[in-house]
């Protein structure tokens, strides 16, 4: 097994390495630009635009992979939903080009998708409960899902998740629970949506799964989330809590006082019991990873 990731400067994409070098699998880390994480060894990384045929040939050709974990995205869904063109290229044109890449090499394709993709209204979800998207970014991601579903080539594996969170090195975005963690140590004001309701996913449990998929060849949709679906000041307060912070300065507010160019689902989360029995997923719990976090 050759793994190509892609994303790999990202916080999944770092998790994702590590793993990979304690398993002494072959693989290839790709990211734009620079390696900018110490811990993968620059003989394994290569820069790579998503976005450039030519360079996903080159690398394509160059590493022949037999499985590509497709990390890479747009993720900011407000800027998405400002640049609804870039959020295209690279959510949608990125993922159709490494795909084609895949097919005429009979590679297995592993895609990362979102909640997001889901209204809301009705979660947490099942892999195969309708998608109604509200933003552009959701819209993109189900976009590039279908590229891969209205396909007669079956080997290919969409991985949903939500929330991802954990630490990494030289991340160009931070993460709810590193940032809720800064913010509360400096005893500010917080003003936390009581609205919106997530089940935050350890990057760690996320990279375990992207792995495992790729070594059982497990095909089609999997939620990967985490175990419990919190409200986002819920998770505030408990981030705050087990770190032994004050959390009286954390105050409630609706989502529609926050004027946020993208519409958000009110409440996700995933019903797990297909990623359990298929391919082993065990999540941590909150606690469990709050006590990884240095």
């Known amino acids: 097994m050759k793994i190509l990731v892609t994303g790999a400067n990202g916080l999944l994409g770092q998790k994702i390495i590590r793993q990979l070098l304690k398993s002494d699998i072959e693989f290839l880390a790709t990211s734009l630009g620079k390696n900018r994480n110490p811990n993968c060894p620059t003989t394994n990384y290569s820069a790579l635009d998503i976005t450039s045929p030519k360079e996903v040939q080159q690398v394509f050709d160059a590493f022949q992979p037999t499985v590509i974990i497709n990390t890479a995205a747009m993720t900011n869904v407000d800027a998405c ?39 809301g209204e009705n979660g947490p979800y099942k892999e195969e409960d309708e998608r109604n998207p509200l933003s552009v970014y959701a819209k993109s991601k189900v976009d590039s899902e279908n590229l891969l579903i209205n396909q007669s080539y079956e080997n290919w594996s969409i991985l949903r998740t939500i929330i991802v969170f954990g630490e990494g090195e030289n991340l160009s975005r931070s993460n709810i629970v590193l ?19 997530r089940a935050p996913t350890w990057a760690d449990d996320l990279a375990w799964a992207c792995i495992q998929t790729a070594k059982l060849n497990a095909q089609g949709v999997f939620h990967i989330g985490g175990p419990k679906l919190y409200a986002i000041y819920d998770l505030v307060v408990a981030i705050g809590k087990y770190y032994g912070f004050s959390t009286e300065a954390i105050k409630p507010i609706s989502s529609s006082t926050l004027n946020q160019a993208a519409k958000r689902p009110p409440k996700t989360g995933f019903v797990l019991d297909k990623a359990k029995s298929i391919l082993g997923y065990a999540p941590k719990s909150l606690e469990d990873c709050l006590a990884l976090i240095s």
């Open 81 to 119: 939903e400002n640049d609804p063109e870039n959020c295209h290229l690279i959510n949608v044109k990125a993922v159709e080009l490494l795909f084609e890449n895949a097919k005429v090499r009979g590679a297995h394709f592993i895609h990362l998708s979102t909640d997001f993709v889901f209204d």
């Open 179 to 197: 940032w809720a963690k800064e913010a509360l140590k400096s005893g500010k004001e917080l003003t936390i949506v009581d609205d919106q309701f």
